[in-house]
């Protein structure tokens, strides 16, 4: 029903043209929330280490995973993770799942996990200038989360992808996607902690956009 798009990726953009749009009609302008990431000033590691109590010294992992709702057991594929988790070392930074059904199942798997493992840390609400700053300062993201795919690119922050909730997503280079099975799971854990997984990234850029969408959608609308 619109008359004009504006799309986050040129695959977007492709696909509706695809269906039928005219093509001066349909724009690539990038994520608007990339725009907010790039106009904020993001927490040095000193502030972020005492605004959140821990130390990122060490090797550290953010876990930013979610019920799978395409799915009827929207924690099914939860299993494999916690498992592979008991085995990938470093500090273990858990987010909180978002509300959806399961995500008080999450909660209390990611409690029992927090009982094995005393470097791990869940936090409850992560306002966006801290959790993109800890993803500009940890080494490997985990989980099923959107910003695995639209906001990790930005930082080129090795991602492994989990499971089934990211199907048909658009994804950079430095998403790895792993099927929620422990081994493959890890196995892509350790690809994304290699020095060459890591150089290979240099210089990448976000698919998502580069922070300007908003003047590209002003513009375009002027």
Request: charged share 25%.
């Amino acid at each position: 029903m619109s008359h004009v798009h504006f799309t986050s990726t040129f695959e977007a953009r492709n696909r509706v043209v695809s269906m039928g749009e005219e093509d001066w009609r349909v724009h690539r302008a990038g994520a608007p929330s990339i725009d907010h990431l790039r106009r904020n000033t993001l927490f040095t590691r000193e502030q972020l280490e005492a605004q959140l109590q821990i130390d990122l010294a060490k090797p550290s992992v953010v876990v930013a995973y979610h019920p799978v709702t395409i799915v009827r057991d929207t924690t099914q594929e939860a299993d494999a993770l916690f498992a592979a988790l008991r085995e990938v070392p470093g500090q273990i930074l858990f987010s909180y799942p978002n509300a959806d059904a399961g995500s008080r199942e999450l909660i209390h798997r990611t409690e029992q996990f927090l009982t094995e493992r005393p470097d791990a840390r869940i936090f409850v609400n992560l306002p966006a200038l801290t959790y993109w700053s800890l993803l500009r300062n940890v080494d490997l993201m985990i989980g099923n989360s959107s910003s695995g795919i639209m906001e990790t690119p930005s930082f080129a922050l090795p991602t492994v992808n989990v499971g089934m909730r990211q199907r048909g997503r658009e994804r950079a280079r430095n998403v790895l996607d792993a099927a929620p099975e422990k081994v493959d799971i890890l196995a892509k854990v350790e690809i994304a902690r290699s020095d060459s997984f890591r150089r290979s990234l240099e210089g990448m850029q976000n698919p998502y956009g580069d922070g300007h969408a908003s003047e590209t959608i002003v513009s375009v609308l002027t």
